[in-house]
Nanobody, 122 residues
């Protein structure tokens, strides 16, 4: 059974940085596509970044573009989200998602992590 395990969340002051990790367990190969979503209390879930893991092609939402970067470590089966210049409005639960089927990428993710909380104080 494939599992996604996120880590790296925490509390930071505005302007600070955090790096989230999403480790893929239970499969030899990296998923075809992966993404990071976030959801703040009372708000809808927002996709903030995605990647096609074979090509490295990435997408970033305007809300994080220029501040967040994403990279993968194939040897560790881990996707990272580097978050810089954090703002209070980045406060949310962050989720990693993945999909092995190319036909489902990048809009339907079948695998989800448990989430990791990011809190940014002003």
């Amino acid at each position: 059974q494939v599992q996604l395990v996120e880590s790296g969340g925490g509390s930071v002051q505005a302007g600070g940085s955090l790096r989230l990790s999403c480790a893929v367990f239970g499969h030899t190969y990296f998923p075809y596509c992966m993404a990071w979503f976030r959801q703040a209390p009372g708000k809808e879930r927002e996709e903030i970044a995605s990647i096609y893991t074979s090509s490295g092609h990435t997408f970033f939402a305007d809300s994080v573009k220029g501040r967040f970067t994403m990279y993968q470590d194939n040897a560790k089966n881990t996707l990272y989200l580097q978050m810089n210049s954090l703002k209070p409005e980045d406060t949310a639960m962050y989720y990693c998602a993945a999909e092995y089927s190319s036909s489902r990428c990048p809009t339907r993710f079948g695998l989800w992590g448990q989430g990791t909380q990011v809190t940014v104080s002003s």
